[in-house]
């Protein structure tokens, strides 16, 4: 079975930074993309940013606030979030492109995390 872990998540003042972790666990092959997403309450899930071999992809509300490094030899990818503010309120999500030993390709997804930006 495959898992994805994030961590992170809190209350933080505008203009503060968190730093989000998901770290995937279990038995696969490979790796492939991997992404951020959030939902606020009352909207639709968004993608905030994403990461491929090469190449990152972020939304336009959080460039140059937010980043997306990864860790290949940890099997993590973080969402670094600078200048926070509170339309950023909302629970995060990671997901990731895994291929499974003897399964085909499928995209997992992580439990959720909060992040509230409020003085």
């Known amino acids: 079975q495959v898992q994805l872990v994030e961590s992170g998540g809190g209350l933080v003042q505008p203009g503060g930074s968190l730093r989000l972790s998901c770290a995937a666990s279990?038995?696969?092959?490979?790796?492939?993309?991997m992404g951020w997403y959030r939902q606020a309450p009352g909207k639709q899930r968004e993608l905030v940013a994403a990461?491929?071999?090469?190449?990152?992809n972020y939304a336009d509300s959080v460039k140059g606030r937010f980043t997306i490094p990864r860790d290949n030899a940890k099997n993590t990818v973080y969402l670094q979030m600078n200048s926070l503010k509170p339309e950023d309120t909302a629970v995060y999500y990671c997901?990731?492109?895994?291929?499974?030993?003897?399964?085909?390709?499928?995209?997992?997804w992580g439990q959720g995390t909060q992040v509230t930006v409020s003085s």
């Open positions: 997901n990731a492109d895994i291929l499974r030993v003897g399964v085909s390709r499928s995209i997992y």
């Open positions: 279990g038995i696969f092959s490979s790796i492939y993309d």
């Open positions: 990461i491929t071999s090469g190449s990152t």
